[in-house]
């Protein structure tokens, strides 16, 4: 039998008790959050005739999301992240901001703290077998189009198993392996040698992968780089790029994937450029330049403040 009750004032009332709207204490903008989400959900309840069964099999998901720690990986999945990016997107056109450099998801596997230096850094600790040397370079330019000197560039990626140093359940890298951060030189250029990635999938038995089983979809991420910019006078700038021609690029279940943000990994085998990189053997190119925005009335407004892991 279907019952519709929402819309009475016996509901409504209750509402309000249960987000604390009729207390004084407490903070009054998680009262106006709660209080829209409790009715959003209470007239999703109405209007799909959700069961009891299905209410209390949702709370036991939860409870093993928590307990899995796979929030972050879950919101992503869902397309949290990249909505609160077009809305950024939209903020920015509505000032009159172009990004010439498109931002895209942070991911929920930044450690802070990670080695710094300047112009150049070595990223990898040379102990992943199947690691294929790769060198990656670029100039960060001034929201006027000029190199950026002392310009702070954050970088970290998996290694050839799709783990991240800090979140390894094999305990085989050591910290901050992969996480650097390198300050960008007179020229405003930064330099790394590392490995090339790879991508990764959602913990098959875990609770994101179990939904969006139910959803008919995979959990696959391309092989991928992130990044942190930021610099004095600018917008702290959060993306990521793709390596060209993985076969998840396009198909990416967190959808951090936007054009511009693709780019080729270019092999080299000459013994000239081998020595030129200083590099043991054939090796992997990849260069990939970032262009930053000034502050919005001297307030960087798109920093995000959020939980991360710090060493």
Not at 271 to 282: F, R, T
Request: overall charge negative; aromatic content about 8%.
């Amino acid at each position: 039998m279907e019952v519709k009750i929402f819309n009475t004032q016996d509901v409504q009332d209750f509402l309000r008790v249960a987000s604390g709207l009729e207390q004084e204490g407490g903070n009054p903008r998680v009262k106006q959050i709660i209080h829209r989400v409790l009715s959003d959900l209470y007239k999703a309840i109405e209007d799909l005739n959700i069961t009891s069964d299905e209410y209390w099999a949702g709370v036991a998901y939860l409870n093993q999301l928590g307990a899995n720690q796979e929030a972050g990986l879950l919101s992503p999945g869902l397309g949290f992240d990249h909505y609160l990016d077009m809305r950024m997107d939209a903020e920015d056109a509505a000032l009159g901001i172009e990004n010439a450099t498109p931002r895209t998801i942070e991911g929920p596997l930044y450690v802070a703290g990670a080695p710094e230096s300047v112009g150049y850094a070595r990223m990898d600790d040379g102990s992943d077998p199947n690691g294929h040397t790769l060198i990656l370079h670029g100039t960060i330019f001034d929201a006027d189009g000029k190199p950026l000197p002392n310009a702070k560039v954050e970088i970290w990626h998996a290694n050839t198993k799709g783990f991240y140093s800090h979140f390894d359940p094999t305990g085989e890298q050591q910290a901050f392996n992969m996480r650097r951060s390198i300050i960008t030189d007179e020229n405003g250029q930064y330099r790394v040698r590392t490995i090339l990635p790879a991508g990764y999938g959602c913990p098959p038995e875990g609770p994101t992968q179990q939904l969006l089983n139910q959803l008919g979809r995979h959990g696959n991420r391309p092989a991928h780089i992130h990044y942190f910019v930021s610099a004095d006078g600018h917008r702290k700038l959060t993306t990521q790029i793709n390596v060209a021609g993985d076969p998840y690029t396009y198909d990416d279940f967190a959808y951090a994937t936007r054009e511009g943000l693709v780019v080729d990994a270019v092999e080299h085998t000459d013994p000239e450029a081998i020595k030129a990189n200083d590099v043991e053997g054939p090796f992997a190119e990849m260069v990939f330049d970032l262009k930053l925005t000034r502050l919005v009335d001297g307030v960087d407004n798109q920093v995000v403040d959020r939980p991360r892991l710090a060493v």
